[in-house]
């Protein structure tokens, strides 16, 4: 009786001082909205557990592991590519081609150059064991043979003038060591590749990669081929 009559002169006095009174029912209702709130509460923390972390782990090793072994997105950064590839075009890059047959000319590549962390998107020139050589009327020669190159070709065909100055050449003059591949940027007098004496030719386990096609910006996809 006691309690029932405090509880009664509570409600009176929030009415006599303009207060909003919550029933026993409006009361209710609150307590039981709570209950719920703390059981979701309980039940999204549940999740948050060691299978989930695990699952998490999964996923973040899943993603490394397509990027370092199968394939990425890639931005060309610079001109030495023009006109085949333009800067800041996003590349698709895929890996797995070359666990099952050797590069070849033509292709493509990204790699890595000695003593430097970045990586470089170039065109493979020359092949292990092949002499290379750019001569004077400005075209690329393949064991004196000229090599035809008019497919990418840009206005530098037949005005090459970065000559072979590899660390090893002789005259201009230099053959490939084996497991190693020459390559040159399309942008023939503006690029900086293997005819560099601080580049010189790629061990096959620094090309990293297979340009497949231009993915960014979208009005300029397109396939890449030789």
């Known amino acids: 009786m006691i309690k029932e009559n ?34 979701k509460h309980t039940e999204i923390n549940r999740t948050f557990t060691l299978p989930f972390f695990l699952m998490l782990a999964c996923v ?10 199968i394939a ?53 020139i020359a092949m292990p064991g092949e002499t290379i050589e750019i001569k004077e009327d400005g075209f690329v020669y393949i064991n004196d043979e000229r090599l035809d190159e008019s497919a990418y070709a840009g206005d530098w065909y037949g005005r090459i003038s970065t000559m072979v100055e590899t660390v090893g050449s002789v005259d201009g003059r230099y053959t490939v060591p084996k497991g190693h591949y020459f390559v040159i940027g399309d942008n023939r007098n503006e690029s900086n590749d293997s005819r560099a004496k601080a580049v010189g030719p790629i061990p096959a386990e620094d090309v990293l990669g297979r340009v497949r096609a231009v993915i960014w910006p979208i009005n300029k996809l397109r396939s890449v081929s030789k």
């Open 6 to 39: 405090y509880g009664k002169a509570y409600d009176d006095g929030r009415k006599a001082g303009g207060l909003p009174v919550i029933d026993r029912k409006t009361e209710g209702a609150f307590a039981k909205a709570a209950e719920t709130l703390h059981k």
């Open 60 to 69: 973040v090793v899943a993603a490394f592991a397509l990027r370092q072994f």
């Open 72 to 124: 990425e997105p890639t931005m060309v950064d610079g001109d030495s590519m023009q006109y085949t590839l333009l800067d800041r075009e996003r590349v698709f890059v895929e890996k797995v081609s070359y666990w099952l047959h050797e590069p070849k000319r033509g292709d493509i590549v990204i790699v890595k150059y000695p003593d430097r962390v970045e990586r470089f998107v170039k065109r493979i």
